[in-house]
């Protein structure tokens, strides 16, 4: 629940005109991906995959962010509980089995486990993105996850996980095919923004808009889209996410061996630590 007193996400359908919007309502945590945004989240899209009137979703944030990605306080709340979990097994107070089921425990606690590509874009219905504001980490991966994405003026998009010293998640999987290579190399190895505008250049964004412009123009496409004929647009999503994902199986094979043995370093650790405690890290290149 926001601070607002309403849920982590709002989710509004509109059958007449065969769409639904679909708002991450955390502006205090910048819409991150903590409390109960993500069981919310999967269950709008859950009701909305089910549901044969609606056509298109629209996915977008309450305040400046459109998402901040991974919320790093919980990330850095669970290193910390599997840490003393490990701790615990170490001097023999609990079994192997104790620990695998603490472990589990954080891990569902924190919402930390991070899904694979696919979420939005293998949903058979189209996904527009509103990116009303900052976009980091995860926020981009989650537009990238969208067929189509409208920006306001005010938003940008980051894939900085590397600064934080852990690995993008999807993110590493659709930036090169929704962008020139080198511009995605200047967002996944510097970890350098992107602006609204900047991202319209080369394609990744369809078009940026007044930020009082932004969900009119979203919900003008959304009915465009809903007034088509559902199956003729549902196959020709089919058609275009069979390019966009090809390879992305041996793609995803790779991420997981190197993160495997990424996400055992001091680095990951200390990323997250650093920004709850809110001071520069101190990287030790192991």
């Known amino acids: 629940m926001s601070q607002d007193g309403k849920p982590d996400v709002i989710y509004e359908k509109f059958p007449e005109k065969h769409y639904a919007i679909i708002t991450m309502n955390r502006p205090e ?22 549901d044969s009137s609606m056509f298109v979703g629209i996915l977008t944030g309450v305040g400046r962010a459109f998402s901040a990605g991974m919320d790093l306080r919980d990330r850095a709340d669970r290193d910390a509980a599997i840490a003393e979990a490990k701790a615990k097994h170490q001097r023999g107070e609990i079994t192997q089995a104790e620990l695998d089921k603490e472990v589990a425990a954080v891990n569902s606690r924190t919402n930390y486990i991070r899904r694979h590509p696919g979420t939005l874009s293998d ?25 189509i994405r409208i920006a306001s003026k005010n938003a940008y998009f980051a894939l900085s996980e590397v600064r934080r010293g852990i690995m993008p998640g999807s993110g590493i999987h659709w930036a090169p095919r929704l962008m020139p290579i080198g511009h995605a190399a200047l ?37 465009q889209i809903g007034a088509n004929a559902p199956l003729a647009v549902q196959g020709t999503k089919r058609m275009l996410q069979y390019w966009r994902q090809m390879g992305i199986t041996g793609s995803l094979q790779l991420q997981a061996g190197i993160n495997l043995h990424l996400n055992t370093t001091e680095d990951s650790k200390e990323g997250p630590r650093a920004f709850a405690e809110k001071r520069a890290p101190v990287w030790k290149g192991r």
């Open 29 to 50: 945590r910048l819409n991150a991906s903590g409390g109960d945004l993500p069981r919310l989240l999967d269950e709008a899209f859950g009701d909305f995959s089910a």
């Open 123 to 147: 949903n058979p219905k189209p996904f527009i993105a509103a990116v009303n504001g900052l976009a980091m980490g995860g926020g981009t991966e989650r537009a990238c996850d969208c067929d």
């Open 187 to 223: 967002m996944l190895y510097a970890g350098q923004n992107m602006t609204a505008e900047e991202a319209c250049r080369i394609g990744f964004v369809q078009e940026v808009v007044e930020p009082d412009r932004l969900m009119p123009r979203a919900i003008e496409i959304a009915e």
